[in-house]
């Protein structure tokens, strides 16, 4: 029955993180990904072939990597090493960089080629992590 809830919840981020504002920008081999969260959301994000930087213009976020949770007020930049999974409860309104080394300028391949396929069982735990109180 867990497996079940988890899918459902699962779903209804997917469909939460398409409401969000998202966008792409690229210049000389470097990609940033903007995304303004609304306050109270939780994004279950993934990990990534490489290191990237990742910056919190604005808000402030509880954050969980591979199990870590912390608090995080903008201004901040953080560095999400390869192979990291990670996620982000926002606290208020957000708005979040992910910046990658890259050469790809198509945002419709762009999590393609940085992102390393899923894993369910971390996504879960991610979520389960925020979803509880500081």
């Known amino acids: ?3 079940i809830s988890w899918q459902r919840r699962a779903l209804q981020l997917v469909r939460r993180e398409k409401k969000f504002m998202i966008h792409h920008h690229f210049s000389s081999g470097v990609y940033a ?3 303004r969260i609304p ?3 939780i994004l279950v994000q993934h990990a990534h072939k490489h290191d990237h930087l990742s910056i919190l ?3 402030s976020v509880e954050m969980v990597v591979d199990g870590v949770k912390s608090v995080v007020e903008a ?3 953080l560095t999400i090493a390869a192979g ?3 996620g982000v409860k926002s606290l208020t309104d957000v ?3 992910c910046v990658h080394a890259t050469d790809c300028t ?3 391949e762009v999590d393609e080629v940085l992102i390393v396929p899923g894993d369910v069982d971390q996504a879960r735990n991610i979520a389960q992590c925020l979803s509880e109180g500081v």
Do not use: F, I, R
């Open 84 to 86: 990291k999974h990670h």
């Open 95 to 97: 708005v979040w960089y």
């Open 106 to 108: 198509d945002e419709n």
């Open 57 to 59: 213009a604005s808000g």
């Open 1 to 3: 029955m867990l497996a």
């Open 39 to 41: 306050a109270g959301h």
């Open 75 to 77: 201004p901040a930049c």
């Open 33 to 35: 990904k903007e995304t």
